[in-house]
Structures are given as C-alpha cells and as structure tokens.
C-alpha cells in the first residue's frame, strides 16, 4: 500500500524547468530551516519539497515553521518508511506537480550539504538535464572513520561490479533528470539502498553521470546521521546479490545439462553446446531483467548475446582442454574451473557490450 502523502503549505506547481530541491527528513537537525530559506532566495530552484518521514511529535515545530514558507511543500509519512521510500514519496511529488522542470536536487537534513552545494548541484543538472548530478566529498581532512570506510568499500565493489570510477557513491546530494524519475519510482529498494540502485541503474541505462565537488561536513563527527555502517552497508551490498545469483543458477544449470549430455556423448564440445543452449534462454532474460534493467531491444541484443556466448564458449572450451591436458582433473572439474575463470569476463561482456545502450546525456 502506498504511504499516504498529504501536502502542506502554499506552493502552485511550476511551469518553468528551474529543479526542485527534495529533502527526506527523518528528525531532522533545527537549522533545516534556516537551509531551506537559503534555497528559496536564490532564482535557481523552483520549490522545496520537504518529506516528513515520521519523525514524531518532538519535531512538529521545525516542519511548522516550513509549513509558512512559501514555495514549500511537506508530505507526511504517518511512520518512519526509509530514505529511499521517502525519496520516492518527493520524487513522486515532483513528476507530478513540475513536469515541465528540469528533475530534482535531493540533500540531506542534517545539515551536512551547504546551500551553495546544493545550489551548485541545481545549477549542474539545469546545465546538462539528461545527466545525473552527484555532489562529490573529496573525503580529505578530519573525516569520521565510519564515513571514510563505508564510502571507501562501496566505491570499490561499484567500480568492480558496474566498473564505475566514482569518488563519493554515499552522497546524498543528487541531481536527478525529470525522464529518470519514473525509473526510480518503481525501484524496489526504500532504505539507504535505494541510493545505490539509482547508480546501478545508471550503469545500464548509460545514463551519464556529472560528479561536482562539494566540501565534506561531518556535524558533531556525524552523530546525528542515521545511516548505520553495518546494517545499512549490508542491505546496500544485497543489491549485488542479483548479479551472482544469477551467474550461479546459470551455471547450475549448464552444469547439470553437461553432465546429462556426457551420458549420450563423450565428445565435450557437443556437450558444451546443448548445456549452452539450455543455459541460456534462461541466463539472457534473468541478466537482461534482473541484473541490467536493461530497455535493449532483445532485436539487438540478442545477436550481440548470442555472439558473447559463442566467443566465451571457444575460450571456455581451450582452457578445458588445457587443464585438462596439464592437470589431474577430469572432465567435469575442468569445466567448472573454466566457467569460474571465465565469468568475470561473460559478466563484462554482457554489461559493456549485450545490453548497453544509447548513453542518455
């Protein structure tokens, strides 16, 4: 059931394409305020839209005073969902009510983005509408050591796994175009994570993405945020999961249907061949979908699919023939040896080259 939004305050949908700053508040620091009146006077945003993500009584009069300024919406979470469903409840809200803007700038109400940052953000994806807009920490001097480490490892499997090169894959500080928006609202992810899909999904979707240097503030060595470095790091990590899973069950099934075919034939390419085939109907739609969130057309993908396979399928089948040949393993162990070798290089294929796209820019 969607969360029920009630918007606050005077605030008549824009016309015009100046972003719109989204700011999901959960107990939110007392200087948002004074934040969200820094926004307002500069001609660089259209609105501020304050998300309210059940914060509780205690923090009634902070949203009461944004509840008077003008060009400012609150929407309500009766409990506290998440910051990606409260992300989502914003974004929303924008598509909605400024369809002809720009997108969206999100910060944090921590009071950890300046409002020349966030300005400087709007100003980045008011200059190029088709790309997302991070406001990247340089992570240099006193920095918490939760911070640098979080954003260190996670910086390290996105350039893995997506091959990414991004300085700061935590900020809070995004510029989102209007046409990502509807991608985003059917992500499944509602807390931190959600963050971290939209630069997956960035990855395969080509959707080009601008990195602006922002200062690094970290309040009180960042006692108020409410980002935990273990769960939270975890459930943000559960986003790869996907992409082994399905190698996985792939292989499985290759597996399984290679070893069927020795039952009827010795000769290994043979079985290589129909356990590819078996494999593969279910490897391309579960990457396609699952994994890449790819709009490919299967018209054009499917042959660049279908010519990575062939490629991968000589190289798998040379080096089983060589472990084979320099080894003691039999056949079936040689394979999987092969196949485990060769999946980082499948995996790159398939995200590089089979469902790539036209770069949104």
């Known amino acids: 059931m969607s969360p029920r939004q009630m918007p606050v305050g005077t605030l008549v949908a824009s016309t015009g394409t ?20 820094s926004l307002l006077d500069s001609p660089s945003i259209a609105a501020v839209v304050v998300i309210n993500d059940g914060s509780g009584r205690e923090f009634s009069a902070i949203f009461a005073e944004l509840r008077e300024m003008p060009r400012v919406t609150i929407l309500e979470h009766a409990v506290n969902l998440g910051k990606g469903a409260a992300l989502k409840t914003g974004l929303n809200y924008v598509a909605c009510n400024f369809p002809e803007s720009d997108g969206a700038v999100t910060g944090d109400a921590d009071g950890q983005h300046r409002p020349a940052d966030i300005l400087a953000t709007a100003q980045g994806l008011a200059a190029t509408p088709q790309s997302v807009v991070l406001g990247a ?28 090169k991004l ?73 790869f999961i996907r992409f082994a899973a399905v190698s996985l069950t792939t292989a499985g099934i290759d597996n399984l249907a290679f070893v069927l075919a020795l039952r009827f034939t ?33 018209l054009a993908a499917l042959p660049k699919y279908w010519l990575s396979l062939l490629v991968a399928g000589v190289l798998s089948y040379g080096l089983i023939e060589l472990i084979i040949s320099y080894s003691s393993l039999g056949v079936v ?22 469902f790539s796209q036209k770069p949104s820019r």
């Open 18 to 37: 100046r972003p719109v700053v989204v700011i999901p508040a959960y107990k939110p620091s007392p200087i948002l305020p004074e934040l969200v009146r």
């Open 137 to 164: 920490r340089q992570f240099d001097g006193d920095v918490p050591g939760r911070s640098k480490f979080g954003n260190t490892i996670t910086r390290y499997i996105m350039r893995a796994v997506t091959g990414q």
């Open 167 to 239: 300085t700061d894959t935590q900020t809070g500080l995004r510029g989102i175009p209007m046409d990502f928006i509807p991608d985003l609202l059917r992500s499944k992810a509602t807390g931190y994570d959600f963050e971290l899909d939209m630069l997956v999904q960035c990855k395969y979707t080509n959707r080009h993405i601008r990195e602006v240097p922002i200062a690094t503030i970290y309040i009180d060595q960042n006692r108020s945020s409410h980002f935990n470095p273990l769960l939270d790091s975890m459930r943000i990590y559960f986003v």
């Open 266 to 298: 010795s000769t290994i390419w043979v079985c290589m061949v129909a356990a590819r085939l078996v494999a593969a109907a279910f490897n391309y739609y579960a990457n396609k979908r699952g994994v890449f969130h790819s709009k490919a057309a299967n």
């Open 333 to 354: 162990s040689a394979k999987m040896l092969a196949e485990t070798v060769m999946l980082l290089f499948s995996f790159v294929i398939q995200r590089d080259f089979v």
